[in-house]
């Protein structure tokens, strides 16, 4: 019997999660927010991206960001998944000061199916998404055919609208 076969049933819902760190060891930092999405009852990763490295975005100088995004099976509805994400982010570290700012670990709720949700505490899709290379590139390895539902373009078609810079480079390949 394969682990989590027991429960596939009940996680009927599909979600995309972008993940990025330039605080302290980013690529190890986004390891284990994976490896703690992946532990949660409710949630199963399912596809994950490559690791790339990204400059960052905004006026604030700091280092270069490693990103990388998951696709993720889970049974939690999408503001209950915005909730495990923020825990999960608080329990690794997470200060919310500025911006755009230095971050141990960012968790963005990227997608969750075909939803569009415009509420006081989450809006879907992720509105930045759109502009954001660091975001489409890692998502595109697994969901380029993912139709965005306001756009109404993929992933694939988002990305290549997208300016070269800010610059985003692949740093290691999926596990």
Known sequence: MQIGSGVDHFMKHKAFIGIGSNLGTPAGNCEKAIDLLNAALEIEVVHRSSLYESEPVGEIKQNWFVNTAVAIKTSL?????????LKIE??????????????????????????????????????????????????????????????????????????????????????
């Open 77 to 85: 509805a999408p503001d209950e998944l915005l909730n495990t994400v």
């Open 90 to 175: 608080k329990n690794m570290g997470r200060e919310r000061r500025e911006k755009w700012g230095p971050r141990i670990i960012d968790l963005d709720l990227l997608a969750y199916e075909s939803s569009v949700i415009n509420s006081v505490t989450l809006t879907l899709p992720h509105p930045e998404m759109l502009k954001r290379r660091f975001v489409l590139l890692p998502l595109c390895e697994f969901a380029g055919d993912y139709m965005h539902p306001v756009e109404n373009k993929s992933i694939h078609a988002l990305l290549k609208m997208l300016p070269e810079n800010p610059q985003v480079r692949k740093i290691s390949s999926t596990l």
